[in-house]
């Protein structure tokens, strides 16, 4: 069952955004999970990562102290808190199950692990 996202939208640079994620309840506290953005005619890139246990996250330079990911196992959901968003935030989003562990090396898994997205749009 792929994961499901939601809470794109649009916003003003420097505002905030919060997307989720509801995974599949039969895998979800067993891997590491990651976010991964498409901008607009561009290849995807990873954005960040957070083990099973959710004690330990990795982020991209580009949105170092910008964003927070976390997730509730109990809930199988994975979130994406964003601020201070910038136009080049400007993507759509996917959240991505990673059972091999690409998180750690800011890899993204194969897209067949994703789920459909949720678009972000920064923009003034």
């Known amino acids: 069952v792929q994961p499901v996202e939601s809470g794109g939208g649009m916003v003003q640079p420097g505002g905030s955004l919060r997307l989720s994620c509801a995974a599949s309840v039969l895998s979800f506290d067993h891997y590491g999970m990651s976010w991964v953005r498409r901008p607009p005619g561009k290849e995807p890139e990873w954005v960040a990562g957070?083990?099973?246990?959710?004690?330990?996250?990795v982020y991209a330079d580009s949105v170092k102290g910008r964003f927070t990911i976390s997730r509730d196992t109990a809930k199988n959901e994975l979130y994406l808190q964003m601020s201070n968003l910038k136009p080049e935030d400007t993507a759509r989003y996917f959240c991505?199950?990673?059972?091999?562990?690409?998180?750690?090396?800011?890899?993204?898994?194969?897209?067949?692990?994703w789920g459909q997205g949720t678009e972000v749009i920064v923009s003034s």
């Open positions: 991505a199950q990673d059972p091999f562990e690409y998180w750690r090396r800011g890899l993204f898994p194969p897209d067949a692990y």
């Open positions: 957070i083990n099973a246990g959710g004690d330990t996250t």
